[in-house]
């Protein structure tokens, strides 16, 4: 095991990250496949000794870290004041004084290293610093040969690299006693111990040749570009999903609904991917093998899945109030969302691409409800689509299950499978990610895959010789787009609804 520990305070609100952390911590935020604290965690030694403070949504963290890395060695330290009055960097580093009575490294965790530059020990302090093209949101120092001899505050212009909010402590006692000292202001951090530190010790300087940041929204979006993504996922600010190696692991707020994933991956059963672990907020399972269908569909390989959740996934159920359920899950749903996405606002006539569409509220007042609301009680999917099918070598395997349908976990309607596949055909992530998209109501329109094209027309197909009820799925494809657009940011958010009152006007406009 490592000599030293390493502190990451993961304790503060983000508030720099604006509404990205309104749900969750920002060490959670996804980078790449991953949340920031990994690329942290996964860094260091496999012995090393963490200790990290928690604060805002601290319990997210605690469970993210236990599920992800079982064989870690963690200690947690709960900080009761993390934002407000009396809280700073400065009083979360002093609530962990206890756990760091050895020389330590902090590392901030909104700080992303890359592979290239190894961490130093700790035979003395160290300060790591380096080059960045903007530096007037950044802390600074002063170096003399390989020495910091001053870190300044935002907005100096005399200085030769910008700190990234990582050090090696090799004098603790005199950290602890530099710290205890300083009055507790709000802007009270590391830096003003280091500082006064060095009128007595010397501090090395370490240069990164890499560093990545995630603090602001602007820097988190230039380190995603950067880093890239193996996988297309349009973000939600209540949920997330992150990719290992061998497994996955989902996060919601809502601890319900991570309780009836759970619950319905039982029900399932071989039809998704084992569950390895589960907490109040995260599950992981297995990584399934095999290709994302997304990625790999092809007309005929199309047809064959159709078949196949035809045989293993839509097997028919009875149930008595199955009507009153799907009257909850499309009418009262939809309703609900629409006001989220107008915010109090109203919702009037409008002219989209050239047609005169209705108010949301007229438009979903012409619905026949008995009519919607006969569907098909079976076993259920819920997110039906593309990019959560895994093509096996001997079928398929289902991901990113719905957690129930209006409340029952067992029962859904057949419609709203067919209904969201239909949606993913014509939307997905691959085009919604490159932009590929009008929000225009006077020329709302989104770029379509010619291969997904075909894909609809066999699945067209497929409803027609089966008997279903093509208006109903693109009437529910409609309510689909629409009840998405609250849960997404601008613009496409604006793109959802205008693109969905448009066809749900056009939809209910055909005999």
């Known amino acids: ?3 030293y520990r390493v502190l990451i305070t993961t304790s503060g609100i983000g508030s720099r990250l604006g509404k990205i952390t309104d749900f969750t911590n920002k060490s959670l935020v996804r980078i790449s496949d991953k949340p920031a604290i990994s690329h942290i965690i996964e860094y260091y030694p496999k012995d090393t000794s963490f200790v990290i403070t928690l604060g805002h949504f601290g319990n997210y963290v605690k469970q993210f870290l236990r599920i992800a890395y079982p064989e870690r060695n963690f200690t ?65 120092l002063n170096i003399t040969s390989d020495t910091v001899v001053k870190i300044n505050e935002k907005g100096e212009i005399n200085f030769d690299n910008c700190y990234i909010g990582l050090c090696g402590i090799k004098d603790f006692n005199l950290f602890w006693d530099k710290l205890t000292k300083l009055p507790n202001t709000n ?61 996955v692991i989902k996060f919601f707020s809502d601890s319900s609904i991570n309780s009836n994933r759970v619950k319905r991956a039982n029900l399932l059963n071989t039809l998704v991917p084992t569950i390895i672990d589960s907490s109040t907020n995260f599950y992981k399972y297995k990584k399934s093998k095999g290709s994302l269908f997304s990625k790999s569909a092809n007309v005929n390989s199309f047809k064959f899945f159709l078949q196949w959740a035809n045989i293993n996934l839509w097997k028919k159920k009875e149930l008595d109030n199955f009507s009153e359920l799907c009257s909850d899950f499309y009418i009262s749903k939809t309703s609900n969302r629409v006001k989220l996405y107008l915010q109090g606002k109203d919702d009037q006539e409008t002219i989209i691409n050239g047609c005169k569409v209705p108010s949301i509220w007229n438009l979903l007042s012409q619905i026949d409800v008995e009519w919607l609301c006969n569907g098909i009680p079976s076993q259920f999917h819920g997110d039906f689509i593309l990019d959560n099918i895994i093509e096996t070598n001997n079928g398929f395997c289902l991901l990113d299950w719905r957690q129930d349908f209006a409340g029952n976990l067992e029962i859904g309607d057949l419609y709203y499978d067919l209904a969201k596949l239909n949606h993913n055909l014509i939307i997905n992530h691959g085009i919604v990610e490159q932009g590929l998209y009008n ?58 609804f205008n693109f969905g009152k448009y066809n749900l006007y056009k939809t209910l406009n055909v005999s």
């Open 1 to 3: 095991m490592a000599d």
């Open 76 to 140: 947690f330290v709960n900080v009761d004041k993390f934002k407000g009055t009396g809280s700073s960097l400065g009083y979360s580093i002093l609530q962990a004084k206890s756990e760091l009575q050895c020389p330590f490294i902090f590392h901030a965790s909104d700080t992303i290293l890359t592979d290239i530059d190894s961490i130093p020990n700790l035979d003395n302090n160290w300060c790591a610093g380096a080059l960045k093209s903007d530096s007037s949101q950044y802390r600074t």
């Open 187 to 247: 802007s009270l951090s590391d830096v003003h111990v280091i500082n006064e530190m060095m009128q007595s010790v010397e501090f090395k300087y370490h240069k990164v040749s890499k560093w990545l940041d995630i603090g602001n929204v602007s820097e988190l979006n230039k380190t995603r570009k950067q880093l890239g993504s193996s996988i297309e996922v349009l973000d939600k600010q209540n949920e997330s999903i992150y990719f290992f190696k061998e497994f």
């Open 439 to 496: 929000h225009s109501i006077d020329n709302c329109n989104i770029l379509c895959n010619s291969t997904l094209i075909e894909c609809k027309a066999v699945l067209h197909e497929f409803i027609k010789e089966n008997k279903y009820d093509l208006k109903k799925i693109k009437l529910l494809t409609s309510i689909i787009w629409i009840n998405m657009a609250p849960l997404h940011e601008y613009p496409f958010n604006n793109f959802l």
